[in-house]
């Protein structure tokens, strides 16, 4: 999300590379009858992906050449393949790259095809996410969202009998445990400058009331009243003023903070739900039996709604470009990400193999899925919050620029070094400015 290569060049190395390549017309696109569609992902659930291709194979006789890479690498690796002529018909997408890759021609529309826009059974926040100036650009593969999660055991010894339900009881219940000796710093909230950034900052403002940009893609983050003023003060005071979030959050990263929590230093944090799976697992977490999720709290103006983020399978220009391969490509999108054989089967293969979130609401009631949930998590909480999870706003072709200004700007808030009107006004001046040349 964060990557330091530029949208202009993106922009470029499409243009040409697509020009090159033909791909942006359907002409002379007639394709072999017995050549594979070309399936590409990044390195996860290798093992389950292949499993699942197999039996795609076997039920449909289509051939499926799969290939995948590293997350780390992956995006610069597809855009290498799209401008170097490489065949690729569907692949997984990130919802923070879809404008990009949309406005570049590397992936397009899917409305035509009515097996992949069938939404009845999909969260709102799953659909908005791959939905690009109005049109979808995928079928859903993997969807979670930024949780509030808490230590039981830590608030049981503090006496506190329930979480918070508001920022404003955060901070009570935290200088609570502070004062008794239960933590130096009961708040964990990660914010160094990496691509999970923008999640806990946008976790924080939707709870607060507040947006980073409108509907129309205006900036409003320096709206006193409607922007992201309230979590950001709320953070400066935090460290500054209460004390119970430790000044080094800036340089604290997602994976670090995890290993904190887990290690019963902390009270509460913002922590991706998937991980409540491991701070429940004794292998891996001191705390395991004690990580709870709870509501995300609501600040003065706002409510208990969070952050969701998504991966769909995407389609290329060169599947769409041949009407038997768009038919063989759209049957593999709909096998992983809608239903095999009468039932959500890769959802639930990855949320048993190795945890990962859904954005199908039916699954919340599956007898399967509720009984892995309830070994770690309440399954009914876990569904509730996921419902007022919502996209990002700031997902646009200028925000891989304008982040590391945003991120930087909020750290020196945090930091002292800048009043939050400052840090806000300067990541509005940027947003305005990328919007323009945009």
């Known amino acids: 999300m964060t990557s330091h290569l ?93 404008p990009e890759w949309a406005e570049a021609g590397w992936i397009l529309p899917v409305d035509q095809y009515k097996a992949l826009t069938d939404n009845s059974d999909v969260d709102q926040f799953c659909v908005d996410s791959m939905t690009y100036k109005g049109k979808q650009y995928g079928i859903t593969y993997y969807t979670d969202y930024m949780a509030f999660i808490y230590n039981g055991e830590m608030l049981t010894k503090a006496g506190i009998k329930a979480p918070p339900e508001t920022w404003a009881e955060v901070v009570d219940q935290a200088r609570i445990i502070k004062d008794k000796g239960l933590s130096q710093w009961p708040v964990l909230i990660s914010m160094a400058q990496e691509s999970w950034l923008i999640e806990f900052m946008t976790a924080m403002i939707y709870s607060n009331g507040g947006r980073f940009a409108d509907d ?30 430790s000044p080094s959050c800036v340089e604290t990263g997602e994976l670090a903070g995890l290993k904190a929590f887990s290690s019963g230093d902390h009270a509460f944090g913002l922590i991706p739900k998937y991980r409540l799976r491991t701070l429940n697992d004794p292998a891996q977490s001191k705390i395991a039996g004690n990580a709870k999720i709870a509501l995300m709290p609501k600040g003065d103006k706002g409510s208990h709604a ?76 876990i569904s509730q919050q996921q419902s007022l999870a919502r996209k990002k706003d700031v997902v646009t072709p200028w925000f891989g620029e304008w982040n590391d200004v945003n991120g930087a700007a909020w750290q020196q808030a945090i930091m002292g070094k800048v009043t939050v009107e400052q840090a806000l006004n300067t990541s509005a001046a940027k947003w305005t400015e990328l919007k323009k040349q945009s």
């Open 306 to 381: 969070t952050v969701g983020w998504m991966r769909f399978y995407g389609m290329t220009p060169r599947a769409q470009a041949d009407a038997a391969r768009a038919d063989e490509t759209v049957k593999l999108m709909a096998w992983f990400g809608g239903k095999a054989d009468g039932e959500y089967k890769f959802q639930k293969m990855l949320f048993k193999d190795v945890g990962s979130g859904f954005g199908v609401k039916s699954l919340f009631n599956d007898p399967e899925i509720r009984a892995a949930y309830a070994a770690y998590g309440d399954v009914d909480l």
């Open 6 to 98: 530029s949208r202009r060049f993106f922009l470029k190395a499409s243009a040409a590379g697509l020009a090159a390549l033909g791909l942006g017309s359907r002409a002379d696109r007639t394709l072999a009858a017995d050549e594979p569609v070309y399936f590409a992902t990044w390195s996860a659930a290798v093992d389950t992906v292949k499993s699942h291709i197999a039996a795609f194979e076997a039920k449909t006789g289509i051939k499926v050449a799969y290939s995948n890479s590293p997350w780390a690498q992956y995006r610069e690796t597809m855009i290498t393949k799209f401008v170097g002529k490489a065949p690729i018909d569907t692949l997984w997408v990130s919802d923070s790259w879809l």
């Open 216 to 245: 129309q893609g205006n900036a409003v983050m320096q709206d006193g009243a409607n922007g992201a003023a309230g979590a950001l003060r709320w953070l400066v005071n935090a460290v500054q003023t209460h004390k119970i979030l």
